[in-house]
């Protein structure tokens, strides 16, 4: 289905959205109500603009995974000083069934797994395909590289809420995710890889981007229950600053673990793991990188790229020399297997770390560091890949 | 960024080729400890809710600015 094809209703309802800047929020709210649209919607749309974004969110995440019909999101935000709505109007993923039964059939094993360990997994991930959807973006789209933004950022259809009892958990957390950006940033990751692989036939990159939306989504899922397993899986006691971008690496790292028990190929497993390098390094680290306003998790982006470019690096699943901007010699088969041994090492760092609480996370978070940046910077080989990227 | 996040931003200046100010940008969303908070939007800007939470952020902008 596409923008055009929608039905009249769910068209107007979009057109109001475009114009609910110019709305008040009682005229917003009646214009709604005025519409044919589910009545179950239209009221979690009307407390949502009323302020509280829970009832949508719940709406959208318990939907039937084989619903048809087009959805809507609405929440009021304030981009700066401004106040203002983010909004989308989509659809229900079609791949939904497929990745939940895959994950499904993988709970067992991963109870089993030696590193997973996962015991108590959390809500699966609902994924929607937005027609329109509200951008804030402040950032340009990726040289060189197209559709890079033309999905709007938001990638988690979600606001602050808060339950009766206060703030909800993250693993109780009903996450509503933009499985088109998933799909564009995956793309967007390849298309950068190529240009640095000397030799592209060692992957196969047509595979890939038949995959894109398969990898994407299952990359999404893992990660999420990724941080719910290992040694030490995310809890309230697992806060601080310097272990945030290990934690996020963890979780990927996990997430390729978690694709031995999804059913792939061997063949599969390997570019399964050759993405989630490529689109941490190449998509959320290296957009970062040439970002010009540096925050936070722009930097925690970075961080988490360089983690495995360095892994990578190190084990000799490629061969860069710093001055040569080029991936030469790269070998896909290397890649889960460099990247699982570093989650062995991460795990046991961090089933020490648990018994010493937030200093032993600091242990970790310095060594991961100092991995990462070698002497308190990129790497000259990560440094030319990023220049030359930049430049070309 | 609270008063008890110091010592790791330090530290994170030392690692790192980027200076403190970074880490003051944080997303404000009080929903969820971490995963929300950072990854709604993929954009330099973090978004802020307009609903009660406005307040909490105000004032926790306000003891930011606290010597």
Redesign the interface.
């Known amino acids: 289905m596409t923008n055009t094809a929608l039905e009249t209703p769910w068209q107007n309802l979009l057109e109001l959205f475009r114009s609910s800047n110019n709305l008040t929020k009682p005229m917003l709210v009646d214009s709604i109500k005025a519409l044919t649209l589910p009545k179950n919607l239209t009221s979690a749309l009307e407390a949502s603009i009323k302020g509280n974004n829970r009832a949508i969110n719940e709406h959208l995440f318990n939907l039937p995974v084989t619903h048809q019909e087009p959805i809507a999101w609405i929440a009021p935000v304030l981009v700066g000083s401004q106040k203002t709505y983010a909004w989308m109007v989509g659809q229900v993923s079609p791949e939904i069934p497929e990745i939940r039964a895959k994950f499904r059939k993988a709970s067992s094993a991963v109870r089993e797994d030696q590193l997973l360990m996962c015991s108590c997994e959390p809500k699966p991930l609902m994924f929607l395909d937005p027609f329109a959807v509200s951008s804030f973006s402040d950032i340009a789209p990726l040289p060189n590289v197209s559709n890079s933004n033309e999905n709007g950022d938001f990638a988690i259809f979600q606001v602050g809420y808060k339950d009766k009892t206060g703030d909800i958990e993250d693993f109780d957390q009903s996450l509503v995710l933009n499985s088109t950006l998933l799909e564009q940033n995956f793309n967007s990751a390849i298309q950068v890889a190529v240009k640095v692989l000397s030799e592209v036939e060692q992957i196969d990159v047509h595979s890939l981007i038949r995959k894109a939306r398969l990898f994407s989504m299952c990359h999404a899922e893992a990660h999420n229950r990724g941080h719910f397993a290992g040694a030490w899986s995310f809890d309230n006691q697992k806060n601080c600053l310097l272990h945030e971008a290990v934690e996020e690496f963890r979780a990927c790292l996990n997430a390729i673990r978690w694709s031995e028990h999804l059913g792939f190929s061997s063949d599969e497993m390997d570019l399964f793991a050759f993405s989630v390098f490529a689109v941490r390094f190449f998509h959320y680290g290296y957009k970062a990188y040439i970002d010009p306003l540096k925050t936070h998790q722009t930097v925690r982006e970075i961080s988490v790229g360089l983690m495995f470019f360095e892994i990578l690096r190190q084990a000799n699943v490629f061969y860069c020399d710093g001055e040569t901007p080029y991936l030469q010699k790269f070998d896909i088969s290397l890649v889960k297997p460099a990247l699982i041994s570093a989650l062995e090492k991460l795990n046991q760092q961090e089933s020490n770390a648990r018994l010493k609480g937030v200093d032993g996370l600091r242990e970790v978070g310095r060594y991961w560091y100092q991995l990462a940046y070698p002497h308190a910077d990129l790497s000259p080989e990560a440094q030319s890949l990023y220049t030359f990227l930049r430049a070309s | 960024?609270s008063n008890h996040?110091q010592p790791?931003?330090n530290?994170?200046t030392?690692?790192?080729?980027?200076d403190a100010e970074?880490?003051?940008?944080?997303?404000?969303?009080?929903?969820?400890?971490?995963?929300?908070k950072?990854?709604?939007?993929?954009?330099?800007?973090?978004?802020?809710?307009?609903?009660?939470?406005?307040a909490e952020v105000v004032s926790e902008n306000q003891s930011d600015s606290n010597p």
Not at chain 2, 14 to 18: D, E, I, K
Not at chain 2, 22 to 36: D, P, Q, R, T, Y
């Open positions: 960024m996040q790791d931003v530290e994170l030392q690692l790192m080729p980027f970074v880490h003051k940008s944080h997303s404000k969303f009080a929903s969820g400890n971490l995963f929300v950072t990854h709604v939007l993929e954009s330099a800007t973090p978004l802020q809710p307009l609903n009660d939470e406005v």
